[in-house]
C-alpha cells in the first residue's frame, strides 16, 4: 500500500485519473476489482476524496457498461459479461420496468450486469443513472470506510459491514426474483 499510495499521492493528475479508470473497469469486467486500490487511495488522499474518486469511476464506468449495451449490442457483450446471465435477466427487464426494481437490480447483482441489461433493454439513461448512482455513492462511501478498517487493523467492523452488505444484497436478491417471477411467470 506504501508503494500505491505514493504513486497516487505523487502523481496528482495522472493517480487520480488511473484511480478512476480502474474504478470503472471494475464496473464493467466481471473478473476485475478496484476494491485492492481503495485503502492506497484513504492514503494518498483520504477518505473523502477517495468516496468521490470511486463513485465518479462506478458512475463512469456504469454509464459505459450501459452505452456499449444499448451502442453495440449483444455481440460486444458475449467477451465482456456472461451472457446466459445476462439473457436471464434480458427476458424479465424492460424500459418499462418501474424505477423501485431498477433500484433493486442494481443493489442485488454486480455492477457490470445491471449496466448491460439495461442498455440491451433500452431503460432510459437518467433513470438508470439516478438508480446507479442511489446504490453506487452509499456503497463506494463504505468501501472506503471499509479501506480505513483495514489500514487500521480493525478487524471485527470490517466484518459485521461485510456481513451486512451481504445480507443487503441477498434480501434485495431475493426481492428483486420474487417481484420478476410474479411479473414474468416461467
Request: proline share 7%.
Amino acid at each position: 500500500f506504501d508503494a500505491a499510495s505514493t504513486i497516487l499521492a505523487t502523481h496528482p493528475v495522472a493517480g487520480p485519473a488511473m484511480f478512476v479508470a480502474l474504478a470503472a473497469a471494475s464496473a464493467m469486467l466481471a473478473f476485475f476489482s478496484s476494491a485492492a486500490l481503495v485503502p492506497a487511495g484513504v492514503v494518498a488522499w483520504g477518505m473523502p476524496t477517495t468516496a468521490a474518486l470511486l463513485s465518479l469511476g462506478w458512475l463512469l464506468g456504469g454509464l459505459l457498461s450501459y452505452g456499449s449495451a444499448r451502442g453495440l449490442g449483444r455481440p460486444l457483450l458475449a467477451h465482456l459479461a456472461p451472457v446466459e446471465f445476462l439473457a436471464k435477466y434480458e427476458r424479465r427487464i424492460s424500459r418499462d420496468t418501474p424505477f423501485g426494481v431498477v433500484l433493486l437490480f442494481q443493489l442485488a447483482l454486480p455492477s457490470e450486469i445491471p449496466g448491460y441489461v439495461l442498455g440491451l433493454a433500452r431503460y432510459p439513461l437518467a433513470r438508470y443513472l439516478a438508480a446507479l448512482a442511489l446504490v453506487e455513492a452509499p456503497y463506494a462511501a463504505v468501501t472506503v470506510w471499509l479501506g480505513q478498517e483495514f489500514l487500521q487493523r480493525r478487524l471485527a467492523p470490517l466484518l459485521a459491514v461485510l456481513a451486512a452488505g451481504a445480507l443487503v444484497g441477498a434480501v434485495a436478491l431475493h426481492l428483486l426474483r420474487r417481484h420478476l417471477d410474479r411479473a414474468h411467470p416461467r
